[in-house]
Nanobody
């Protein structure tokens, strides 16, 4: 497992923007940031956790929840071991605790399966 620390949550009005960051550290011997697939998940009050966006460590391919496509962007900065979620045109239904997650990238499985490293989460509240 690697250590993940999120930042950037907060309170915003509907239509506004927020930028979440997640910094990774503590890679096992022989592994680097580029060996990991990274993602953002969220959990709203009373709801199950859902996958929001993911990014491949290998080729940078991105994946998005349908309801955030076109509004959210996931990107990574390999030099800083950081994955970022840029969120625009936020809606009240985006209100949740957002978690950063990671696993060593393998092939043949869904990007969001098998995440074994998790951050503690950062809260995003969108007022309507």
């Amino acid at each position: 497992e690697v250590q993940l620390v999120e930042s950037g949550g907060g309170f915003v009005q509907a239509g506004g923007s927020l930028r979440l960051s997640c910094t990774a550290s503590g890679f096992p011997s022989g592994f680097t940031f580029s060996d990991y697939i990274l993602g953002w998940f969220r959990q709203a009050p009373g709801k199950e956790r859902e996958e929001v966006a993911g990014i491949s460590g290998d080729d940078g391919m991105t994946f998005y929840l349908a309801s955030v496509k076109g509004r959210f962007s996931i990107l990574k900065d390999n030099a800083k071991n950081m994955v970022i979620l840029e969120m625009n045109n936020l809606k009240a239904e985006d209100t949740a605790v957002y978690y950063c997650a990671a696993r060593v990238e393998t092939y043949g499985s869904k990007w969001s399966d098998g995440m074994d490293s998790w951050g503690k989460g950062t809260r995003v509240t969108v007022s309507s």
